[in-house]
């Protein structure tokens, strides 16, 4: 079957055309400030050694580790994936599957051509900050080792003239995306392969317990917790060259009586500057500059922490820096766990879902949950990164709306002209006015369509075409060796495939006869593919196999985190004063707050505005009282250090 010409050619018209729209000048003139950090990114790839003690406290580790207690190394940085079903490895080891017939599966980016569509569908509801809240998700919860995901990778699968390097004289890694003949864009250019380098595994990088020659499990290189580990780092060693040790404070810089994140100290390395000159960031997440959006909430993230910072100093002078730092990140990450279940999840999940499988409860006010099981495993499934949560590339934008504070359009962004080049924030207004794009501009539509910008031109950098991230994720379904989307159907309580026809339950008949021209057997069918067919669950933003999954998954990371922080725990947990302060808090109040000058947002960031949520001042968005956090309890004459207050926690009890 061949792909769609016309379709693709109209969009790639209507995307050129959008060219014209402002693309701000190259505007970064900042001198490069010389340090010595963002040494993750030389980050060498080892998996860690199980830690010799635990101690108690009632702050995260910035590793992950000692969260759970009987197993001290769940969910640390550096481990695998775990797995709901048997990978399905065509050597059942490490060889990427093949059909039942023994062929070949479907090219990657054939499948994406066929089965998925591009239109540009606004989501009616939902704004494009509900998208961008995903991707801060998923950048806190896994990240696949070994990947730049925006930067080019130094292992070459292709020729930069796009032909195919020999395998036996590639890199072992190499699974490069073979385009097929008449590629509706890549053959303007006689492109035949993408680049594409298998994640590292247990195996590869020798990882204890797995000596034996058992299945390779791949390797994700942050916390598996909810925790931020995207803003404060998945190590100590990480998290250091991001503090000032002054006031509990992060690092910033400020430029223009804003505050940023701090520079790279490798910007050509880092980012896609045109100039040595050109801004870009470091923090906790190496993928901090993938795309404007990104970097916007991780900004505004960081500036939460030191305001939250300032703010408890004020109150306790008598803090040191230690303190000042945890007790501000305990209630940064509160925050974001709380707009995270309460406030974004609802909408991807379903509220009544969400609450019938025990993500969130009906308690209001100081109330606790106290639902932490020690049993649960809190690891990041294989099947929810790869293929589930990906399944939300489907809501990207390829257009990025500057809104103006009384919610005009002064211009927009094409997408990928700016990945991986932050600096276009520091300029004019562009902050405020992407954050206000953000909480007004629609996200596209969640379903089988994805955004030209990220099928044809993701990472183009300056040439014509780029790669596709929907091809991208089907080949990482098979680079991982997820098992079936028919064998997920199974495992999710749905009748098991065995003609095409029974897809038909699930998936409308046109993707049906996509998948069939596709495939060998429905036995064949990727999970990332089948699953994101799916006609979604009514009140959800899945179909139900990706909703089996990703409810799985999310109640695993909520009963599966010691710190969660709706806990009673005296120890980790908060007071039921300060617990009732934690749910004010908004995605709203987050871009009131750290925004540049915004002065009014709608309460429900997350939706569109409407007669029922419309704009509103600053000041009547619902804000956290830090005064909750005044500590009487030392007399003010010394210093209180993070220990002594330990000492005191444990004295009261
Ligand atoms: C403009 C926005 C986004 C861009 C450009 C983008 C791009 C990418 C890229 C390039 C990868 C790595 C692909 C690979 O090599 O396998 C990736 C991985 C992923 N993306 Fe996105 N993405 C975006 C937004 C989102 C959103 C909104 C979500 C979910 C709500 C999401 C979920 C994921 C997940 C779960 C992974 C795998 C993470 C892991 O390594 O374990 N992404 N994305």
């Not at 590629?183 to 590292?200: I, K, Y």
């Not at 050509?268 to 993928?287: L, M, N």
């Not at 501000?328 to 609802?346: D, V």
């Amino acid at each position: 079957m061949q792909p769609n010409n016309a379709l693709l050619k109209n969009t790639l018209q209507s995307v050129s055309a959008q060219t014209g729209i402002t693309s701000p000048a190259n505007p970064f003139i900042q001198p490069i400030r010389n340090s010595s950090q963002s040494r993750q990114h030389q980050q060498e790839i080892r998996c860690p050694a199980p830690p010799l003690k635990c101690k108690k406290t009632p702050y995260r580790t910035f590793d992950g580790s000692c969260n759970n207690l009987q197993n001290p190394s769940l969910g640390v940085a550096i481990s695998p994936y775990g797995r709901l079903l048997t990978p399905n490895y065509s050597d059942g080891i490490h060889a990427p599957p093949v059909s039942v017939t023994g062929e070949d599966l479907p090219l990657a980016r054939l499948v994406s051509l066929v089965a998925f569509g591009e239109a540009d569908i606004p989501d009616p509801q939902f704004t494009l900050g509900n998208m961008q809240w995903g991707q801060v998700v998923t950048h806190d919860m896994s990240m696949q080792a070994g990947g730049t995901q925006s930067k080019k990778h130094k292992t070459r699968c292709c020729t930069d003239g796009g032909k195919i390097i020999e395998k036996n004289i590639a890199h072992p890694t190499c699974f490069p995306i073979l385009v097929p003949p008449n590629d509706p864009a890549h053959s303007q250019t006689g492109r035949e392969c993408m680049n594409f380098v298998r994640t590292l595994t247990d195996r590869s990088q020798k990882c204890p317990g797995n000596e034996q020659k058992l299945a390779e499990e791949q390797l994700t290189v942050v916390t598996h917790f909810m925790d931020m580990s995207l803003v404060y780092g998945n190590s100590r060693q990480q998290n250091s060259p991001l503090r000032s040790f002054r006031g509990g404070r992060m690092i910033t810089e400020e430029r223009n009586g804003a505050e940023w994140l701090p520079r790279s100290n490798n910007a050509t390395s880092d980012c896609d500057v045109q100039s040595t000159t050109e801004v870009c960031y470091r923090a906790g997440d190496v993928r901090v500059n993938q795309n404007p959006g990104l970097t916007i909430f991780q900004t505004i993230l960081l500036r939460e922490h030191n305001r939250l910072a300032d703010a408890l100093a004020a109150l306790n002078p008598h803090y040191d820096d230690e303190l000042l730092f945890q007790e501000a990140r305990k209630i940064n990450i509160a925050q974001y766990q709380h707009i995270t279940y309460y406030e974004w999840l609802p909408l991807m999940l379903g509220a009544e879902n969400m609450l019938k499988n025990r993500l969130i409860y009906p308690v209001q006010g100081g109330r606790y949950v106290n639902d932490y099981d020690p049993t649960v495993d809190p690891r990041v499934l294989n099947s929810h990164a790869t293929a589930a949560f990906r399944f939300f590339h489907s809501q990207i934008e390829g257009r990025l709306d500057l809104i103006s504070e009384v919610r005009g359009m002064s211009g927009a962004l094409r997408l990928s002209d700016w990945l991986n080049r932050p600096g276009i924030l520091e300029v004019a207004d562009n902050f405020d006015s992407l954050t206000r794009g953000m909480a007004t501009q629609p996200e596209e539509l969640t379903d089988s369509n994805f955004d030209t910008e990220i099928k044809h031109f993701l990472f183009r950098r300056s040439m014509a075409f780029g790669t596709d991230l929907r091809a991208l994720d089907i080949q990482r379904n098979r680079d991982h060796a997820l098992a079936t989307y028919n064998d997920f159907r199974e495992f999710c309580g749905i009748r098991r495939a065995s003609t095409w026809e029974d897809f038909l339950d699930l998936i409308p008949s046109k993707k049906v006869e996509a998948l069939r021209s596709l495939y060998r057997s429905p036995e064949d069918v990727d999970l990332t593919v089948g699953g994101a067919l799916e006609v979604l669950v009514e009140g959800a933003l899945a179909g139900p196999t990706f909703l089996c999954i990703l409810t799985e998954q999310f109640y695993r990371t909520r009963a599966g985190d010691r710190f969660f922080f709706e806990r009673e725990d005296p120890l980790v947990g908060f007071t039921s004063a300060q617990l009732n302060e934690i749910r004010k808090a908004s995605v709203a109040r987050l871009m009131c707050d750290n925004g540049n000058n915004i002065t009014s947002v709608q309460t429900q960031a997350f939706r569109t505005v409407s007669a029922n949520n419309p704009v509103l001042p600053c000041t009547q968005i619902p804000q956290l009282d830090i005064r909750q956090w005044q500590d009487l309890s030392y007399g003010r004459e010394f210093t209180v250090t993070a220990q002594s207050f330990l000492e005191n926690v444990y004295k009261k009890k």
